[in-house]
């Protein structure tokens, strides 16, 4: 198997060190509903993960939550509630959405707020060699209070992951005016409080970490000094996992940190990147709803996780078809089928042969899903001659359970949907009329049915009960 490593730019085989793979994976920063970008990436990751396993790797899978962070602040002072409690309505939220996506949950899911002590003890080390200086003392601190920054050009080969020289990255660099820095490029390891925030005791006064310092301190502690592989979207590549590499190495003194550095490229709305931030994005709940998870895999899945991949509805719209196609081959078979004494005609190893290949090629899922809907058709045209088609029936579900489709009836994909949503619509309408026994009736029927309503602040969404 051979993988396309962003530090070398170049596709080495994949070789673990040990018996388990370690890899850690930079999780949300839960703040807003995850959207279809968030998907992408922990499709990707999820399917990386499921094909080592099915390879016969072992893995320990850490991804974290970015739980404190000045966007959660900001959100949570907008909304008058504790930013924990922010924080934890969308990690609840993270958790619904990856399990409707068929996500692999982590076997770890640290969160910066409960591994303070290890980000503290991991800046002390940095200031001891030197690597990491308290800023002057700021208005209203005592001595050796107050902001801690790493020095970029204590490492010599900062820049190495994303391929910048500090010279370029000084250009156009700027110190805001409320930072002692002695670099313009220096990132900042600790903050120090401000009023009104969230913040903890340290050697250097109350405050928080900064976000880089946050992961290499749950990586060391959950996976060691030298993992196998560390993922995330490309916009992390600078400065975030620059920045980790420059502090871990720093603190351990052993190179590499990561061995195999993998980044999936962008989901874009037009011309932007689908963000949180800029406001253009589709929540993972709408958009299950709408096409079903098969359907939102197959998207993803069908353009290669290092080009960027273009949202539109009839791009769904043809991957919710394609999934359906799928679903099909995997009927039960024909009469003449059934009643067929013959060996099994349709011979599934060619295939499989082609899913394992465009596998082992940096994660070719493209050509892996080429390979499933290959085996569909001929699944289909062999059961349409009144040929035994079991086996490779089996054969399809095993591949399709490795790009983490279910390939089962959704309830989204049916007819119901949209009588589900006039339902919804008709309780919404007795609840501000204030009739609500009727609108709790609609609401207790629907549980019957295995439909789940949920009243959010965004409004009524739906899903099939567990």
């Not at 703040?31 to 990751?45: L, T």
């Not at 156009?172 to 930072?179: K, L, N, Q, T």
């Not at 035994?388 to 007819?415: F, I, M, N, P, Y």
């Not at 009736?441 to 019957?448: N, P």
């Amino acid at each position: 198997m051979k993988l396309v490593n962003t530090l070398t730019r170049q596709e080495e085989e994949f070789v673990p060190q040990g018996d388990t793979v370690r890899m850690y994976v930079c999780g949300v920063t839960p703040y807003d509903e995850n959207h279809i970008g968030h998907a992408m990436s922990y499709i990707v990751f999820d399917v990386l993960r499921r094909y080592l396993e099915h390879r016969g790797y072992r893995l320990h899978h850490v991804q974290n939550f970015t739980d404190i962070d000045d966007r959660i602040i900001a959100r949570a002072a907008r909304l008058e509630i504790d930013v924990a409690e922010l924080a934890q309505r969308y990690i609840d939220r993270y958790f619904e959405d990856m399990r409707a996506l068929n996500i692999l949950p982590a076997h770890e899911y640290p969160r910066a707020t409960q591994e303070i002590p290890e980000m503290i003890r991991m800046i002390e080390g940095l200031i001891d060699k030197g690597y990491a200086y308290v800023a002057a003392a700021q208005a209203g601190l005592p001595a050796g209070q107050g902001d801690v920054y790493y020095r970029v050009e204590r490492k010599q080969d900062y820049g190495k992951l994303s391929g910048r020289s500090l010279d370029d990255m000084m250009a156009g660099a700027r110190v805001e005016p409320s930072e002692s820095k002695e670099n313009p490029m220096d990132f900042a390891l600790w903050k120090s409080a401000k009023p009104g925030e969230p913040a903890w005791d340290s050697p250097w006064g109350p405050g928080r970490p900064g976000w880089h310092i946050e992961c290499s301190a749950m990586s060391l502690k959950y996976l060691g000094e030298q993992i196998d592989i560390h993922g995330g979207g490309e916009d992390l590549i600078f400065p975030h996992h620059e920045n980790e590499i420059a502090q871990t190495e720093a603190f351990t003194d052993k190179e590499p940190f990561v061995r195999y550095w993998l980044h999936n490229a962008w989901v874009r709305m037009g011309e932007e990147k689908m963000s949180k931030s800029l406001g253009n994005f589709v929540p993972v709940r709408e958009a299950v709803q709408r096409w079903g998870a098969d359907a939102i895999r197959l998207f993803v899945l069908t353009s290669h996780y290092r080009s960027p991949l273009t949202y539109s509805e009839e791009a769904l719209d043809a991957a919710k078809r394609g999934a359906e196609r799928l679903r099909t081959s995997l009927s039960g078979a024909t009469g003449a089928a059934l009643a067929s004494t013959g060996p099994t005609q349709v011979d599934a190893a060619p295939f499989r042969e082609r899913f394992i290949e465009a596998m082992d090629h940096d994660l070719n899922t493209p050509q892996a899903v080429a390979a499933l809907f290959d085996l569909a058709r001929e699944i289909n045209r062999a059961r349409d001659e009144g040929q035994a088609v079991e086996e490779a029936q089996a054969a399809l579900r095993e591949l399709a359970d490795v790009l983490g489709l279910t390939l089962a009836e959704e309830v989204q994909s049916l007819v119901a949907a949209p009588f589900i949503q006039l339902l919804m619509e008709l309780r919404e309408e007795l609840r501000q009329a204030k009739r609500f026994d009727l609108a709790d009736r609609i609401r207790s029927r629907l549980g019957e049915l295995g439909i789940a309503l949920e009243d959010t602040a965004q409004g009524t969404v739906w899903k099939r009960r567990e």
